[in-house]
Nanobody
Framework: QVQLVESGGGLVQAGGSLRLSCAAS????????MAWFRQAPGKEREFVAA????????YYADSVKGRFTISRDNAKNTVYLQMNSLKPEDTAVYYC?????????????????WGQGTQVTVSS
């Protein structure tokens, strides 16, 4: 089992940057593929980015490709989401998620563990 705690959210102007962090408890962090999702008010939770457990492969939603970068440091039990060129439509609560195994998936139901979320607000 793993517990996840996100941090790094906040208010930023359009065009700005933020880096989200997700710290995981436990000694088996490297056993989990990790992902970031987001949920805007009145909308369903949607996939943002994912990374394999070793960090060699990543995958992004089309809406963030080229602007966001997911990475992980298994020695620190942490996954990151670097967000650049932020847009007002990126405003949402951002969640990190974990699933046991090597490969990532992009559906909410594929992930077993979730953090509590961190708010990101992008002003125009």
């Amino acid at each position: 089992q793993v517990q996840l705690v996100e941090s790094g959210g906040g208010l930023v102007q359009a065009g700005g940057s933020l880096r989200l962090s997700c710290a995981a408890s436990g000694r088996t962090f490297s056993s989990y593929a990790m992902a970031w999702f987001r949920q805007a008010p009145g909308k369903e939770r949607e996939f943002v980015a994912a990374i394999t457990r070793g960090g060699a492969n990543t995958y992004y939603a089309d809406s963030v490709k080229g602007r966001f970068t997911i990475s992980r440091d298994n020695a620190k039990n942490t996954v990151y989401l670097q967000m650049n060129s932020l847009k007002p439509e990126d405003t949402a609560v951002y969640y990190c998620a974990a699933r046991s195994g090597t490969y990532y998936f992009i559906e909410v139901t594929d992930y077993d563990y979730w953090g509590q979320g961190t708010q990101v607000t992008v002003s125009s």
